[in-house]
């Protein structure tokens, strides 16, 4: 089975632009968070999405934004770029099968998109 | 206080080493913990997955849960120098929609041949 992938793999973008980021789930999985990583920070919650319905949404200013289409594919939008969104964004899927108790939390991510702001 | 907190290390060992990697968590809520491994310019890979106090086993590695006093443990036994990344723990809050994963900073690991 094929894992959770996301493209482009590297970005670089100057300050007050916007970038689209895009991940595709695991098959079957209808559950996709993003997450923000750096050094600093370590990995922070972003958002989550599950049925294209945005459920949770982390402690992050409105320029970030997200969407999920109808076969979970996942995009994540960042407008008017700033150097500090300079970052491993990660996506990852899940089942999250609500009912099935152990094992149906668990998150699988994919490689990443590392975004460079200049 | 952050709800998940770990010791960054970095942490050095000698290959066959039994490596001991630690998180303490505050939200009593949590009841699922994970670790992951994180390969420099990787995503991170779930490792162990555990309900519940006590021990969980795969291969090389253990799980550990004590709820009493919120502490997580990851062991591994005989250390390769493939184990050299950083591990991170999280937790997922619990229930119905309120679903996101909680991480520590991680622990950098080196493994020494």
């Known amino acids: 089975k094929a894992g959770v992938t996301q493209t482009p793999r590297y970005l670089i973008k100057t300050r007050g632009q916007q970038v689209t980021l895009s991940c595709s789930p695991i098959?079957?999985?209808?559950?996709v968070s993003w997450y923000q990583q750096t050094p600093g920070q370590g990995l922070q919650f972003l958002f989550e999405?599950?049925?294209?319905?945005?459920?949770n949404k982390g402690n992050f200013p409105g320029r970030f934004s997200g969407r999920q289409f109808s076969n979970s594919r996942s995009e994540m939008n960042v407008s008017t770029l700033e150097l500090g969104d300079s970052a491993l964004y990660l996506c990852?899927?899940?089942?999250?099968?609500?009912?099935?108790?152990?094992?149906?939390?668990?998150?699988?991510f994919g490689p990443g998109t590392r975004l460079t702001v200049t | 206080q952050k709800e998940v907190e770990q010791d960054p290390g970095p942490l050095s060992v000698p290959e066959g080493a039994i490596v001991s990697l630690n998180c303490t968590y505050s939200?009593?809520?949590?009841?699922?913990f994970m670790w992951y491994r994180q390969y420099s310019r990787k995503g991170p890979e779930l490792l162990m997955y555990?309900?519940?106090?006590g021990n969980k086993e795969d291969g090389r590695f253990t799980a550990q849960v004590d709820k009493s006093s919120k502490y997580i443990s990851l062991f591994i036994r005989d250390s390769q120098p493939s184990d050299s990344a950083t591990y991170l723990c999280?937790?997922?809050?619990?229930?119905?929609?309120?679903?996101?994963?909680?991480f520590g900073k991680g622990t950098l690991l080196t493994v020494n041949p």
């Open positions: 999280a937790s997922p809050n619990s229930g119905g929609s309120n679903y996101k994963l909680t």
């Open positions: 999405y599950f049925s294209e319905t945005q459920r």
């Open positions: 990852a899927s899940s089942l999250f099968l609500v009912a099935a108790g152990v094992g149906s939390y668990e998150q699988y």
């Open positions: 939200n009593s809520a949590f009841q699922y």
């Open positions: 555990t309900y519940s106090s």
């Open positions: 098959s079957g999985h209808r559950s």
